[in-house]
């Protein structure tokens, strides 16, 4: 069915991740998984899944954070958790009749790290990483380190950057794209002037036509599923 609507993955662990499902009208060219790292979607981040959808795509956005320890959260999921979650959603769309190398996975800020990291030990179709920090030293203990693991990437990987980020030097960035450039697949890393070249940027506003950055952003997150998930 189309439209947005909520499901469960089951997990190996017998638990199960909630979902976010947005499905296009009519048959599905194939299916993204879009980690993020809020407990509530932003309405510019629900409005680049409902283009997704639009373009044809299957979205999936897992809720990252639904396992607890004595009553909280984690702030952020990497690991043996996030694979595991990101596997229930891939199986979760391959159930659903997408093909295997037809499945991405897209990630904002440390869920860009995310997604990258699954890209290094998952063969999927393609990945898309946005505003990713963790480059030089790893964000958790459960972490790699952006320029250890991109030399591994499995799958064909986009990389989106602000060179005014201080969370993402540029230098840090510059060795990162030579880092990619020694991966089997095929790698790119864009950066962009300032902040708010970020597609689920609170700040940004979709309507502001004359950002360049943002559309042009936004454009290659979209050749780059149109070019690698076939």
């Given at each position: ?11 190996h662990d017998t638990t199960?991740?909630?979902l976010t499902v947005l ?121 790699d380190a952006l320029l ?83």
């Open positions: 069915m189309s439209g947005i609507y909520r499901e469960h993955a089951p997990v199960a991740v909630p499905e296009p009208e009519g048959h599905a060219r194939g299916g993204i998984v879009v980690l993020h790292e809020s407990r509530e979607f932003t309405e510019p981040l629900l409005e680049l899944m409902r283009s997704l959808a639009a373009d044809g795509w299957t979205v999936l956005a897992p809720d990252l954070f639904h396992r607890r320890t004595n009553g909280s959260s984690p702030d952020r999921v990497f690991g043996a958790d996030l694979f595991a979650d990101f596997d229930a959603c891939f199986d979760w769309l391959t159930a659903h009749g997408v093909f295997r190398d037809c499945i991405g996975v897209l990630g904002f800020d440390s869920a860009g790290t995310a997604a990258a990291l699954v890209a290094t030990n998952r063969r999927i179709g393609a990945a898309v990483s946005v505003a990713a920090p963790g480059i030089e030293s790893p964000l958790t203990p459960q972490a250890a693991a991109a030399p591994a990437l499995k799958a064909p990987w986009l990389g989106l950057f602000g060179e005014d980020d201080p969370l993402t030097p540029p230098d840090q960035v510059d060795r990162l794209r030579e880092a990619a450039a020694n991966a089997d697949v095929a790698t790119l890393v864009v950066t962009y002037p300032g902040l708010h070249h970020r597609p689920d940027h609170p700040g940004f506003d979709p309507a502001a036509l004359d950002d360049i950055s943002v559309l042009d952003a936004q454009t290659r997150i979209y050749e780059w599923f149109d070019s690698h998930l076939r």
